[in-house]
């Protein structure tokens, strides 16, 4: 059983459309994160949610909206999609308690915007 | 604010090999953790191993260790045996463990196991 998934896992479309990504997690954790990796491949936190409330919110622009109907979901919506937007983004969870906090990652959604 | 630098881009090794990755952090907390994780090129992001900041001793897991040393805010990552699977991304992250709980990671360094 997959621990933390993403669809889709490749996502190609048009500038100015809207698409999402969704993610699920099976391991029970009341934590969940996007992360996005650039074309230099670097990290960077851009949502998380506890408990399906918002607790981290890093300087994203507004077409980006997170939305956790429930903590085993965090989809992320992005509208009039731009170019800047390609990369890979990571869904992840945590238990925020014990095991050092680690985190598991989904497997990543490559979205390329032409 | 939290800074995590990996000051070496690209490495490369001879299987059965060691090498060290470095990895360098800035904080002023005294509570926190330090990971290292791997990116194969199938890109899904795999924890190595990880460091309480209280704990002196460090860490191991198997072939992996680290040599954390608290003072001068240094993590090192030490791959012996080193095989063609190691060939990666390896990525150093750093947690607070107070406020949200959100991974500062370093640029990564690419590593390359060569046959």
């Known amino acids: 059983d997959t621990a933390v998934s993403q669809t889709p896992k490749y996502l190609v479309t048009q500038m100015g459309n809207d698409k999402s990504i969704k993610c699920e997690q099976n391991?029970?954790?009341?934590?969940m994160y996007w992360y996005k990796q650039d074309s230099k491949k670097f990290l960077k936190i851009m949502f998380s949610y506890n408990n399906k409330e918002l607790i981290i919110n890093e300087t994203v622009p507004n077409r980006f909206s997170p939305k956790s109907p429930d903590k085993a979901h965090l989809n992320l919506h992005i509208n009039s999609l731009e170019l800047g937007d390609s990369a890979v983004y990571f869904c992840?969870?945590?238990?925020?308690?014990?095991?050092?906090?680690?985190?598991?990652f989904g497997p990543g959604t490559r979205l390329t915007v032409t | 604010a939290q800074t995590v630098t990996q000051s070496q881009p690209e490495m490369s090794v001879q299987e059965a090999e060691t090498v060290t990755l470095s990895c360098t952090y800035d904080?002023?907390?005294?509570?926190?953790?330090l990971f290292w994780y791997k990116q194969p090129p199938s890109r899904q992001m795999i924890l190595v191993i990880r460091?309480?900041?209280?704990?002196?001793q460090n860490a191991t897991e198997n072939r992996f260790s680290v040599n954390f040393q608290k003072a001068a805010k240094s993590f090192s990552l030490k791959i012996s045996d080193s095989q063609l699977g190691d060939t990666a991304m390896y990525f150093c992250a750093f947690m607070k463990t107070s406020g949200t709980y959100k991974y500062i990671f370093g640029t990564g360094t690419r590593l390359k196991v060569l046959a």
């Open positions: 904080t002023s907390e005294s509570n926190y953790y």
């Open positions: 992840a969870s945590s238990p925020r308690t014990g095991r050092g906090y680690e985190q598991y």
């Open positions: 460091q309480e900041a209280y704990k002196q």
């Open positions: 391991l029970g954790h009341d934590t």
